[in-house]
């Protein structure tokens, strides 16, 4: 069954430190997604990508986050400079369609800021 | 505003049925979402509703009021692998985000 990889599982970084968090969306999937959830909250939208360029973000998303596409299979978040209130399970997520109809979400790569 | 209301706790028997309930408030309703999420996991989906009515999947049905702002998620025959946090989400066509609810944590009891 095809499903979204997400790498590292768990990533450890000094304040300060950029990171990088990597996903392979389903190979027909158009739409791609990060969300976060930091621990014991609701889960939050980041930003949407669509045919190579950001399609949507929201208020979390600012000037310290990007993402691309570097290669045609990986999608990246990166986080240029981290904060303690940073840390959080980041979930990647990829559907074929904008509607959500059902999207499709990694593991997650839980992020610790120290 | 968007807002999505679920209770944050509930506790049910085993192979007992319960429901849980989900209101909301957007302001460009594009489809309400049931996701599952075991602790330390990623949300795995259950159902999308998209017209008013019930939608039934296996032991899992969906149930949508778009006039009330609410909906339910019913599950039967509970097993003990249920137990897990169930989160009720909105997909807003004025922005195409996904708004999620806190989530019910659904505890089993044998």
Redo the contacts between chains.
Sequence with gaps: EPEVTQTPSHQVTQMGQEVILRCVPISNHLYFYW?RQILG?????LV?FYNNEI??K?EIFDDQFSVERPDGSNFTLKIRSTKLEDSAMY?CASSTD???????????TRLTVV | GQNIDQPTEMTATEGAIVQINCTYQTSGFNGLFWYQQHAGEAPTFLSYNVLDGLEEKGRFSSFLSRSKGYSYLLLKELQMKDSASYLCAVGDHSNYQLIWGAGTKLIIKP
Excluded: C
């Design positions: 969300y909250q609701k889960v939050e939208f949407s399609s949507e929201s979930f904008r509607d959500y109809t059902e999207a499709f979400f990694g593991q997650g």
